[in-house]
């Protein structure tokens, strides 16, 4: 805040000198011209101050201006690679996904179906098996026999 107001009343003291020079006042007054003299200074110098900062203030722009464009480097790299992980796992999801369809074209989906067609057919044929088996034994064929027989046939 200070050197707001400093500054305001630097600009504000040249603009005097000026009107003081132009109106062509010059003052006769030793005093007020050492006076006059040492504002000149103290401005002169501020000024001085102010130009040699102006290099090192440049050099900081041009320092924060590459760090900036490092950054977006890096963000777009990032990106880059978000975008090729959400591929991947695009393809992945697509592979191995519980929610799809049982007749998609995935191969493990239709071995997992033919697998479970066949189990469902040879629960089939144990249920006609069992149903053939009571109904021998319920007419009195020696089943003991018929699977003796069946057996040494398989072993010779």
């Known amino acids: 805040m200070k050197e707001k107001f400093k500054k305001k009343s630097e600009k504000d003291e040249i603009e005097q000198l000026e009107l003081a020079l132009s109106e062509g006042n010059t003052q006769e007054n030793p005093k007020e011209q050492k ?5 000149i200074t103290l401005i ?8 040699n900062e102006l290099p090192r203030i440049k050099v900081n722009i041009d320092t924060l201006k590459s760090q900036i464009q490092e ?4 963000i777009e790299k990032l990106d880059k690679t978000i975008k090729d992980v959400m591929m991947l796992y695009e393809v992945v999801s697509q592979e191995i996904n519980p929610f799809r369809d049982l007749d998609s074209e995935n191969p493990i989906v239709k071995e997992i ?5 066949d189990l469902e057919d040879i629960r089939k044929e144990i249920a006609q098996i069992r149903g053939d088996l009571k109904l021998l034994a319920y007419h009195g064929v020696d089943l003991d026999k018929i699977i003796y027989e ?4 398989g072993e010779t």
């Not at 002169?44 to 130009?51: F, G, Q, Y």
């Not at 179906?113 to 067609?117: F, S």
Request: hydrophobic residues 25%; charged residues 55%; proline residues 0%.
């Open 113 to 117: 179906h033919e697998l479970k067609q």
């Open 44 to 51: 002169m110098n501020r000024i001085n101050e102010i130009e």
């Open 71 to 74: 950054l977006r480097d890096e």
């Open 150 to 153: 069946a057996i040494s046939e």
């Open 35 to 39: 006076e006059d003299e040492e504002k």
